[in-house]
C-alpha cells in the first residue's frame, strides 16, 4: 500500500496518472492524499437573471443541471427581496461664481466690485410743464443743485416747516405758467400773510393761512419754494431770463439774456404780469464793476448750458430752455425755473435786436417759428 502511494505522488507530481481500479481507489479513499493535494473547489457563482413569466417580470437565480437534480436543471428559486438602502441626502448647490471673480490664487481671494447704485428713474410727463419733475431732474445734477432752492411739495405740514426756517416761501403750481398763481407767503411777527397778485391778506393763526391758501389753490397741486431776496431797481425786485438753445453746428449755446423787473405792485416779473424789460448789464451795473459784471454773466451762461444738457437727458426732444435765474446780495446765481418752451417776445423790447436775430436763426434749425406778439410786457426806461 505504501509502494503505491508514493507511486500516486510520483505520478500527480508529473501529471501522469497510471490507469487500473487499484489506483484510482487508493487515491480517492485516501484521506491524507486528499488533505494535501486535492485542490479546493470553487464556489458557485449565481448570476442574476431577469425572466418573463406573463404579464410581470421576477428575478431568479440561474441554476446549473446537475444529475440529483429532479427537473432536469428548471428548480425554482425563490425572487431576492431588495433590502431598503437609505437614499444619501441631496448634495448642497454650490453658489456659482462668474470665472472672471473666481479665486486669482489659493492665498489671495479676488472679490467681485460693487456695483453702483442705479440712478433713480424719474418719470417725465408728457408735457414739459410739470415745474415738480424738473426740479428733480436738476437736483440728480451736483452742481446744479447748489443753484436750485430748497423746493418740497405743498402741504400743511411742509408749508409751516419751511415758514420756520426761512421765513418767506413761494407757492407755485406744478403746471402754471406766465407767472399766473404764484403765491409769496411770509412769517411776520404779528402772524402769517400771503400776497396773490394784487390782493394781500393777513392771519392770525397758521390754520387760518393754510385754509385760505387750500382756497386759492382750488384743487391744483402745488409746490413751496424757499424764497429768494432778489435784487432790486428802482425799489422793485428783478430775476434775469437766459435763453439757451440748439446750434446748427452742434451742441449747446446761449443766445441771449435778459432782465426783467417786477410791476410795482406785484411779486412776479413776468412780462406778461406787467413787467418791464432791461438789459442785464444796465441792471448789474449798480452791484458790480465792470471785470466782474462779465464773469457773473459768463458764470450764469455755464450754469445755462449744463441745464440744458441736464434737462435734455430727461426730454430727448428738447432743443430751447429758458432759464430764469435770481441774483442774491452776494450775487449767487438760483434757479428759480426752467422753462422747455420759452416766449422770445421780450428780446423785442430790447435796444440791441443782435439777440433776437440770433434766436430766430437757431430756431429755423429745428423747425420752429416765433409770432413776437408782445402785449403786456414793457421796455424799460
Known sequence: MDVNLNKAVTANKADKVEDGPKAEVSIKSNYRYRRLYSRPKKKKSYKVTKKKWGPTARRFKSYKPNKYSRSGGSKYVEPVKKKYVRKAPAPVKRKVVPRKYKQASYSKKVAPPKRKKAEPVVKVSRSY?????????????????????????????????????????????????????????????????????????????????????????????????????????????????????????????????????????????????????YPTALLLKKYSDAGYRNRLLRHMDYIGLVTAKQMRAAYPGLNVIGLDLALDKRLKPWILEVNTSPDPCPFTLLPDQTMLRRIIKYAKAYGRRYALNCGKAKRGV
Open 129 to 277: 410743464k410739470d415745474k415738480w419733475v424738473k426740479t428733480k431732474v436738476l437736483l440728480r445734477n451736483r452742481e446744479l443743485s447748489r443753484h436750485v432752492p430748497k423746493t418740497k411739495l405743498f402741504s400743511k405740514q411742509t408749508l409751516y416747516g419751511m415758514l420756520r426756517n426761512y421765513g418767506m416761501v413761494y407757492a407755485k403750481p406744478v403746471d402754471g405758467q406766465m407767472g399766473i398763481g404764484v403765491m409769496r407767503v411770509e412769517l411776520n411777527r404779528g402772524g402769517y400773510s400771503y400776497q396773490n397778485g394784487l390782493r394781500k391778506s393777513s392771519f392770525g393763526s397758521y390754520d387760518a393761512l393754510y385754509s385760505a391758501l387750500v382756497r386759492e389753490t382750488k384743487g391744483k397741486v402745488y409746490v413751496v419754494q424757499k424764497g429768494i431776496n432778489l435784487l432790486k431797481h428802482k425799489g422793485r425786485p428783478f430775476d434775469i431770463r437766459l435763453m439757451v438753445q440748439k446750434s446748427p453746428h452742434g451742441g449747446w449755446e446761449a443766445t441771449g439774456t435778459l432782465g426783467r423787473v417786477a410791476h410795482p405792485r406785484k411779486i412776479v416779473t413776468n412780462g406778461s404780469q406787467g413787467g418791464s424789460i
